[in-house]
């Protein structure tokens, strides 16, 4: 088995928030007769990290380390393995080390949020969260509000279409995606627009989404940089004037709300609302905690759902016959003009196989970290002593053909549940697992099952083939190497709106 050390640098991303990879130190035991694991040696030539974590457990087996200087990991790379780790999750599970983030926060006395908080308070913080947000039928309330800026992608995408040579034509799909992601999320956690599908976005929104990227591309340099060199390098600088941007924003949103709760509460009016509201009444939290939270509920949600959806997008528009059987099951279930309600998508199991399946060929968060903090652990017969960090390798584990036959098939009915035998439910858990799985599932999945059945129902999805081979890149989130463009060719006519 090959010795040496790889650059965790070129493997993760260190600003994700999801993964936390920058942590810990592992040490590892053999048991007797378990033989040792494998360190993984070389560098990947390419940003390609997540089709390498294929070829490495070709080369090593399904758990090996990999590390750079402090920086070590125990990957593990098998279905069997990662139901293991999970099953033995702790009470307070934890992703490593989130000092990157947390500095800024201490340094302007913000309260943590989901992310960045560990232990015992990050356990309280979530379950205030965790109501209205989690279980499916709290999604439900926000239909109409998501419905809404689903009207307006829509509107976006007719009008980029006309402004295209043929036609029919939307260029950098990615982008637009974004901007619907940011309009949703924010419409939901600060019950109000913010004008990022509006053809001219407002000058402050563009603020915030300029220094929401200044802040992940900033990450990676400051990381790696010694913290002497903060002074005289301006690096630093930017990246806290960009966490300044992204607070300034938010806050003065969530001001706004408590400005105007409060007044309801002066005037003795019923006080009435969605998240914002309910978490700004809600005693269990502070307005540290609101203002922590919601900034980092926001920096979860958008390239998440946005780049989902180009995936699933992308897919389709290569696959006329799983198109077809969606728009199929969309028009059945959602006649004439009507919109879908969030309860309509019940009906609409192939709409949600897609988006499962999606996920699975393109897990958006293809590694995930642990960190057992407590106690011990054995795992695969290996003995960890605590503070050992773990790699999950989603994106491997997603492709594998034991559990995935014909893997690199787009498939969405293996996920259906017609009597057939279901995928082990660990070969893809993109939202994570347990109590510290994704908050925002439900709200991601209302987002992007209501905007595919509409697109789907007024357009057929065509590949623009100048774009060539579309790879996926991992830069935190799996995202398309390339800008993307596809035809929405349409099916009826506008005023299906
Ligand atoms: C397709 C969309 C999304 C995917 C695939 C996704 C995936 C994930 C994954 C894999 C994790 C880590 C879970 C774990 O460690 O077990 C996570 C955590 C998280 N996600 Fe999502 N996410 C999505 C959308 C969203 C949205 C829309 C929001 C906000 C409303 C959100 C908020 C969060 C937060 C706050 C956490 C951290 C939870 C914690 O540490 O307690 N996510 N997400």
């Given at each position: 088995?090959?010795?040496?050390?790889?650059?965790?640098?070129?493997r993760f991303s260190?600003g994700c928030p999801i993964c936390?990879?920058?942590?810990?130190?592992?040490?590892?035991?053999?048991?007797?007769?378990?033989?040792?694991?494998?360190?993984?040696?070389?560098?990947?030539?390419r940003w390609t990290p997540q089709r390498s974590l294929i070829?490495?457990?070709?080369?090593?087996?399904?758990?090996?380390?990999?590390?750079?200087?402090?920086?070590?990991?125990?990957?593990?790379?098998?279905?069997?393995?990662?139901?293991?780790?999970?099953?033995?999750?702790?009470?307070?599970?934890?992703?490593?080390?989130?000092?990157?983030?947390?500095?800024?926060?201490?340094?302007?006395?913000?309260?943590?949020?989901?992310?960045?908080?560990?232990?015992?308070?990050?356990?309280?913080?979530?379950?205030?969260?965790?109501?209205?947000?989690?279980?499916?039928?709290?999604?439900?309330?926000?239909?109409?509000?998501?419905?809404?800026?689903?009207?307006?992608?829509?509107?976006?995408?007719?009008?980029?279409?006309?402004?295209?040579?043929?036609?029919?034509?939307?260029?950098?799909l990615s982008?637009?995606l974004y901007?619907?992601s940011?309009?949703?999320?924010?419409?939901?956690?600060?019950?109000?627009?913010?004008?990022?599908?509006?053809?001219?976005?407002?000058?402050?929104?563009?603020?915030?989404?300029?220094?929401?990227?200044?802040?992940f591309?900033?990450?990676?340099?400051?990381?790696?940089?010694?913290?002497?060199?903060?002074?005289?390098?301006?690096?630093?600088?930017?990246?806290?004037?960009?966490?300044?941007?992204?607070?300034?924003?938010?806050?003065?949103?969530?001001?706004?709300?408590?400005?105007?709760?409060?007044?309801?509460?002066?005037?003795?009016?019923?006080?009435?609302?969605?998240?914002?509201?309910?978490?700004?009444?809600?005693?269990?939290?502070?307005?540290?905690?609101?203002?922590?939270?919601?900034?980092?509920?926001?920096?979860a949600?958008v390239d998440t759902t946005s780049n989902t959806m180009m995936w699933a997008m992308h897919l389709?528009?290569?696959?006329?016959?799983?198109?077809?059987?969606?728009?199929?099951?969309?028009?059945?279930?959602?006649?004439?003009?009507?919109?879908?309600?969030?309860?309509?998508?019940?009906?609409?199991?192939?709409?949600?196989?897609?988006i499962?399946e999606t996920l699975r060929m393109y897990p958006v968060v293809p590694m995930n970290?642990?960190?057992?903090?407590?106690?011990?652990?054995?795992?695969?017969?290996?003995?960890?002593?605590?503070?050992?960090?773990?790699?999950m390798c989603h994106y491997a584990i997603s492709q594998?053909?034991?559990?995935?036959?014909?893997?690199s098939?787009?498939?969405?009915?293996?996920?259906?549940?017609?009597?057939?035998?279901?995928?082990?439910?660990?070969?893809s858990i993109p939202f994570g697992?347990?109590?510290?799985?994704c908050?925002?599932?439900?709200?991601a999945?209302?987002?992007m099952?209501?905007?595919?059945?509409?697109?789907?129902?007024?357009?057929?999805?065509?590949?623009?083939?100048?774009?060539?081979?579309v790879k996926a890149l991992n830069r935190t989130v799996l995202v398309a190497d390339r800008?993307v463009?596809?035809?929405?060719?349409?099916?009826?006519?506008?005023?299906?709106?």
């Open positions: 088995m090959a010795v040496g050390v790889y650059s965790l640098a070129s260190e936390g990879p920058f942590s810990g130190v592992f040490s590892s035991r053999k048991r007797r007769g378990s033989g040792s694991v494998p360190v993984k040696a070389g560098y990947p030539s070829s490495d457990k070709q080369l090593y087996g399904p758990m090996y380390k990999v590390g750079m200087g402090r920086f070590n990991s125990i990957a593990l790379n098998s279905v069997e393995l990662l139901e293991e780790l999970l099953r033995k999750d702790e009470k307070f599970p934890s992703r490593g080390d989130m000092s990157l983030w947390t500095e800024y926060r201490d340094l302007r006395g913000i309260g943590y949020g989901p992310f960045t908080e560990e232990g015992e308070k990050w356990y309280k913080l979530r379950t205030v969260l965790n109501k209205r947000m989690l279980h499916p039928k709290d999604s439900v309330q926000y239909g109409d509000v998501v419905n809404e800026v689903v009207s307006d992608l829509i509107k976006r995408i007719y009008h980029l279409r006309r402004l295209s040579p043929s036609g029919d034509l939307v260029t950098n982008n637009e901007r619907f940011l309009e949703g999320i924010s419409s939901i956690l600060f019950e109000t627009r913010i004008g990022c599908l509006e053809e001219e976005i407002p000058v402050e929104t563009q603020d915030f989404i300029d220094s929401i990227a200044q802040m591309s900033y990450s990676m340099p400051v990381a790696m940089l010694p913290k002497w060199s903060r002074n005289i390098l301006p690096i630093y600088r930017r990246y806290i004037d960009s966490w300044e941007g992204i607070f300034k924003f938010s806050g003065k949103l969530i001001d706004m709300k408590m400005e105007a709760i409060q007044k309801r509460v002066d005037t003795d009016q019923d006080v009435e609302g969605e998240y914002l509201t309910y978490l700004l009444s809600n005693t269990k939290m502070t307005n540290k905690e609101v203002y922590g939270s919601i900034a980092e509920l926001l920096l949600g389709l528009s290569r696959d006329p016959n799983v198109q077809d059987t969606l728009y199929q099951e969309v028009s059945h279930c959602i006649p004439g003009d009507k919109i879908p309600s969030a309860q309509d998508v019940n009906r609409m199991p192939y709409l949600k196989a897609v499962k970290a642990r960190i057992m903090v407590e106690n011990d652990i054995t795992i695969g017969g290996h003995f960890f002593t605590k503070k050992t960090s773990f790699t594998d053909e034991k559990t995935f036959p014909e893997p098939k787009f498939k969405p009915e293996r996920w259906l549940r017609d009597g057939r035998v279901r995928p082990n439910p660990f070969g697992f347990g109590v510290r799985g908050v925002g599932r439900r709200i999945e209302l987002e099952y209501l905007a595919l059945a509409r697109i789907i129902k007024l357009f057929e999805i065509r590949p623009d083939p100048s774009i060539g081979e800008q463009n596809l035809h929405f060719v349409e099916r009826t006519n506008e005023a299906a709106l």
